[in-house]
Each structure stands twice: as structure tokens, then as C-alpha cells.
């Protein structure tokens, strides 16, 4: 076996394990959770862009608590609002570590840390939506999101990168009207678990 193949399984085992530790908030929740457990008992490779038509993503909402407030970027593929996020990678060690990636390589703070469970990073929503990440003519695919949480250090300041067109601070009760129903389901479930 080689190390990207163990990389891989040793990636597909923490998902399975993080997703079947969770204990989702709802019935809609709880569904996606057992379809997203039932993709990847089906698919060794379905962390990864390549496992078509779904594969699993991880995301991390940037909040600093203190100040009330998230961090969203501009997506420059989907033209809205949305957290940090994006597909899982070979060196990626475990689900919650693909979310920190790319929470800190869009956000351009490097001392986030994700919110616990027990004192492990869990997610705290998922979501399932259509894009299409092999590219414009190719047909859309499904993205399988694991949302984390990560905590922003008070007064952080932000970095953009050439990942966004914008990256700003917004206040829980001042979002953009430039969003999705997610995004705003994943800024009132963090600012639940943080107040």
C-alpha cells in the first residue's frame, strides 16, 4: 500500500468515525448523516473531487465570539457569501483537519482552532447542495459539507486570498442579503454553541 493510499483510508476512516460520533440536531440532519454514511460505505475515494457525482466536503464557519461576529468570503465560483470550505486533499489526516486548512488558508488567520465536542473538533451541520467544481460545461455533482466552527482569536484580522473576491466581518445580525439559507442555518447554530 502505498502512503497515499493509507493517507486515504486513514481520511475515510476518521470521516466515518466523526460522522457516526455526531449526534445531529434534527431529523433532516440525522438523514443526511446516515446518507453521507452510506456514500462513503460505498466509496473508498468519497472524500475526493474526483468521486463523481458526490463526494464529501469539509467547511469551517470563521466567528469570534467576542466581537459577535463571522468572517464570509465571496465566492468567486457561486457569486455569494459563504464560509471557508472546500474539497478534502491526500495530506489532509483527518476530516476537522481539512476544514482547519481551509478555514486558515481563505481566511488568512493561522491560530483558528475548531469548536470541541468532548474535546475532539466535531461538525455541527451538514449540507448538501448541487456545483460544479470539474468545471463550467461539465455536469453539476454534489457536494456532501461537513460544517465545523472555527474560533477566531478577538480582533483577528483577516487575510485575503486569491480564493475569494472579497473576504469580510459581519455581524450575526447584520449578514449579507448575498447568501444562502445555510449559511445563515450555520451562523445561528455557531452562535448558539458560542455564547
Not at 21 to 31: E, L, N
Not at 174 to 179: D, K, V
Request: charged share 20%; glycine share 6%; net charge negative.
Amino acid at each position: 500500500m502505498t502512503v497515499t493510499e493509507t493517507g486515504a483510508t486513514a481520511l475515510h476512516t476518521d470521516a466515518v468515525r466523526a460522522l457516526a460520533g455526531w449526534h445531529p440536531t434534527d431529523a433532516v440532519q440525522q438523514r443526511l448523516r446516515d446518507d453521507y454514511l452510506a456514500h462513503l460505505a460505498g466509496q473508498p475515494d468519497g472524500l475526493y473531487r474526483a468521486c463523481l457525482p458526490a463526494h464529501v466536503t469539509a467547511s469551517a464557519l470563521v466567528v469570534d465570539p467576542a466581537a459577535g461576529r463571522v468572517l464570509l468570503t465571496l465566492h468567486p465560483k457561486v457569486g455569494i457569501w459563504l464560509q471557508m470550505g472546500g474539497h478534502c486533499e491526500p495530506g489532509d489526516p483527518t476530516l476537522a483537519a481539512a476544514a482547519l486548512r481551509e478555514a486558515v488558508e481563505e481566511s488568512g488567520i493561522p491560530d483558528l482552532a475548531l469548536l470541541a465536542a468532548d474535546g475532539t473538533p466535531a461538525p455541527v451541520l451538514l449540507d448538501r447542495h448541487q456545483v460544479r467544481c470539474t468545471g463550467k460545461d461539465r455536469p453539476e455533482n454534489t457536494h456532501l459539507d461537513v460544517q465545523y466552527v472555527a474560533l477566531a482569536p478577538p480582533g483577528s484580522e483577516a487575510l485575503i486570498s486569491e480564493e475569494s473576491l472579497d473576504l469580510r466581518w459581519f455581524d450575526y445580525d447584520a449578514l449579507p442579503e448575498l447568501t444562502d439559507d445555510s449559511l445563515r442555518a450555520l451562523v445561528a447554530r455557531a452562535r448558539a454553541l458560542t455564547a
